[in-house]
């Protein structure tokens, strides 16, 4: 059974430009996770998705993030525009009922120069 | 709301020797609490978790940890360090009977393992 699948695995972009993530969850996990994890630091929940559905993005910066989830799949963080302080590795983990098994993807690098 | 704490953001031991990483929690309600092991340039992997029922948990590569509720404390342990268990290590609470779904994350500690 194929894992959280993420894409980029690297980004590398100028300040003010626009980046976007993808994240492809394990087959029938119903439950997508994006997580932001700095340099140094754990994980803080950006975003949560039951399906389709937005159900805690108290975390997510809406001035600048946004995310979807279309077809209650696979999900899409954007970030218009970034900043510097965005640099971080940025983790997708998917569910299936049970949101104390969380599987996470390997991550995507961000870095904003 | 929850907290956690790991003490020491390093821990270096010899091969062969106990490993012991440090891990502190607040919650005002009864927590999950879980440890996950991550490898450079990789996600995070789940090594255990504790729930209900027995405060010692067994996880994969031979990690445990136990779930003492009067220290708040999940320290995770194990007899015998191995080159391979270099990685980061993260300690997180969630709250209990499934209600939650956000782990909250220690900043984590990095093992290093001598030869």
């Known amino acids: 059974e194929a894992g959280v699948v993420q894409s980029p695995r690297y980004k590398i972009i100028e300040k003010k430009q626009p980046v976007a993530f993808w994240c492809n969850p394990i087959s029938g996990h119903n439950t997508l996770y994006w997580y932001l994890q700095n340099l140094g630091q754990g994980p803080e929940l950006l975003i949560r998705?039951?399906?389709?559905?937005?159900?805690?993005d108290s975390q997510l910066p809406k001035d600048r993030f946004s995310a979807e989830r279309l077809k209650g799949v696979d999900s899409t963080l954007k970030i218009q525009p970034a900043e510097l302080g965005d640099s971080a590795v940025y983790l997708c983990a998917s569910s299936f009922r049970d949101y104390n098994e969380q599987f996470f993807g390997p991550g995507t690098r961000l870095t904003v120069l | 709301a929850q907290s956690v704490t790991q003490l020491g953001s390093h821990v270096s031991v010899s091969e062969g020797a106990l490993v012991l990483l440090r891990c502190n929690y607040s919650s005002s309600v009864p927590p999950y609490l879980f440890w996950y092991v991550q490898y450079p340039n990789q996600g995070l992997q789940l090594l255990l978790k504790?729930?209900?029922?027995?405060?010692l948990v067994k996880g994969i590569n031979g990690f445990e940890a136990e779930f003492k509720k009067s220290e708040t404390s999940f320290h995770l342990t194990k007899p015998s360090a191995h080159m391979s268990d270099a990685a980061e290590y993260f300690c997180?609470?969630?709250?209990?009977?499934?209600?939650?779904?956000?782990?909250?994350f220690g900043q984590g500690t990095e093992l290093s393992v001598k030869p």
């Open positions: 997180a609470v969630t709250r209990g009977n499934n209600q939650g779904g956000k782990l909250i």
């Open positions: 504790y729930t209900t029922g027995a405060t």
């Open positions: 998705y039951e399906n389709e559905e937005a159900v805690d």
